[in-house]
């Protein structure tokens, strides 16, 4: 399946698209390939795309007392950007890395407004995607204020099942909020609780 057609496909699970809209899709979005360890975005830096990965798989981080602090992956088939930046044109707090290699779709600024001002659809599907992003965005918030490292580590695991074997385990640590020695601790806990 090609990058656009996985991105018509989920596009189309919002409403379905007018002829019109799929060749301005198609456009309007552009091929980009990240190495792994590649930044879609660094902080300090404006996010100028919004991209949609079409194959591999990132992560999302911030530097807390001058460490990485991981807050979320992201897969294949879903949309990656810093929303806060891109919108407002603002310099990013956060970093998106590439884990694997990349291959993206990816759509500027102006390109986004065109869509949403001259197609029927347009505000529509905008609209489903940043209440999608909101979700989650306030879900990790709480998590992170809310549970203790053996829950975030439950969350990962209910959150990225299927990407547990992609994500090395110092990542994994990362997210849970843990040096990797602890997150071997908690993993052996895991494993007896669940045997």
Known sequence: MSSYSKLLELVSQITALEDD???LI??????????????????????????FLHKGLVRYFVYKDEEESTFEFTKEGEFIADYQSFNNKTKSLQNIQAIEACELLV?????VQNFFNTTKNGNLIGRVIIEHRFDVIVNQLLAI???????????????????????????????V???PESLSRIRRRFAKNIS
Request: charged residues 25%.
């Open 21 to 23: 809209e799929i060749a």
């Open 26 to 51: 198609e456009s309007s979005f552009n091929p980009l390939y990240l190495a792994k360890g590649d930044f879609f975005l660094e902080a300090g830096k404006v996010n100028k795309h919004v991209g």
């Open 107 to 111: 759509i500027d600024y102006d390109s």
């Open 145 to 175: 204020y809310m549970q203790n490292h053996e829950d975030r580590y439950k969350r990962f695991l209910n959150q990225y099942s299927d990407l547990a074997q992609r994500i090395p385990q110092y990542l994994i640590a990362s997210y």
């Open 177 to 179: 909020g843990v040096k």
